[in-house]
């Protein structure tokens, strides 16, 4: 099983400008002239080993959107605003149709949907769409987001066979050959966790979702859905501060507490995610290394990874 993540930012994407990138780059003229950097030869080697990642690359701009591979069809957790970029990339890979794309929605919200309208296989006759959720108003929230006085093509127009399956918690299902299973969770509107197991593997996706202070019980209803996960996408949006005071009861949670989750749910790999879209990426570069540093000072033993996603990144669960 593969993770491959289009979008990563929450509430809504997150913008990039020119101040942003002059920055990145006098950073790294500043360290290439502090290195001796004098030959082409050197460049690659340079940007490798001596630019950290927030100065040489990007977390992204895109909103919630996670490849699930390795099963018999696609698979894709949620279709922010990165479900444009995974699109594209199915078209520009051949993919000819028929193809199914099964969608697993966390919930309905504007940046969990937004990158539907611009999802280019869903204009393909032949192929086939099916859309998963825990809400009864599932099928409104795409067909009212394209109506007309919001988008000029209806969902009905769309040319692919779209269909919407509404679920119950109390059931896991087969979806591309994973079992899937979900778990209601504390967000303004209700989101769910999901589950994916295949082949002895197990990947927890859990965006959207507040951790109160009874998360601390023994018997805290999270520690067996995330047990033995050998990844977990957590929603940490918020530093702990924020997530207590200032943001409470927005239905996000953060780095510390998806650090203690993770170690008392025995999870391989922790993935943080939903990532603030006010912050930038030296500040997120800062709340990953945060992040490790509170492991260390929690449990100096422990084995747990920890990785902040971004968009473009990759994770192959058989090499955790």
Not at 32 to 53: R, Y
Not at 84 to 110: C, E, K
Not at 144 to 151: E, K, L, V
């Amino acid at each position: 099983m593969k993770v491959y993540f289009w979008g990563t930012r929450g509430s809504l994407p997150a913008t990039v400008l020119p101040k942003h990138i002059e920055k990145k780059i006098r950073l790294a003229l500043e360290l290439a002239v502090d290195h001796g950097l004098s030959s082409k030869d050197d460049i690659d080697e340079f940007i490798e080993n001596e630019l950290s990642f927030d100065i040489r690359a990007s977390y992204g701009c895109n909103t919630s959107c996670v490849e699930v591979r390795g099963g018999s069809e696609f698979v894709v957790c949620d279709a922010g605003s990165g479900l444009r970029d995974f699109g594209n990339y199915v078209m520009s890979s051949g993919a000819r149709p028929p193809q199914t794309f099964n969608i697993m929605m966390s919930h309905l919200h504007w940046d969990h949907i937004n990158g539907f309208p611009f999802f280019v296989p869903a204009f393909i006759p032949g192929n086939v769409v099916n859309i998963y959720g825990y809400h009864e108003r599932l099928e409104e929230a795409f067909v009212r987001q394209q109506d007309p006085i919001s988008f000029p093509l209806a969902l009905e127009d769309m040319g692919a066979t779209i269909n919407f399956h509404v679920l119950d918690t109390a059931e896991p299902i087969t979806v591309g050959g994973f079992k899937v299973s979900a778990i209601e969770q504390n967000h303004p509107g209700d989101s769910y966790g999901i589950a994916f197991e295949k082949d002895g593997q197990k990947l927890v996706y859990s965006t959207d979702s507040e951790h109160f202070a009874d998360s601390d019980a023994p018997d805290y209803r999270f520690i067996p859905f995330f047990q033995d996960a050998d990844l977990l996408i957590f929603d940490a949006q918020y530093n702990l501060a924020d997530h207590f005071h200032a943001k409470a009861s927005w239905g996000h949670s953060s780095n510390m507490v998806a650090v203690e989750l993770a170690l008392r749910s025995d999870v391989k790999h922790l993935c943080l995610f939903h990532n603030e879209h006010t912050v930038d990426d030296h500040q997120l570069e800062g709340f990953l290394a945060d992040s490790r540093r509170y492991l260390e000072l929690h449990d100096p033993d422990s084995d747990l990874r920890i990785d902040l996603a971004y968009d473009g990144m990759e994770i192959d669960l058989s090499q955790d």
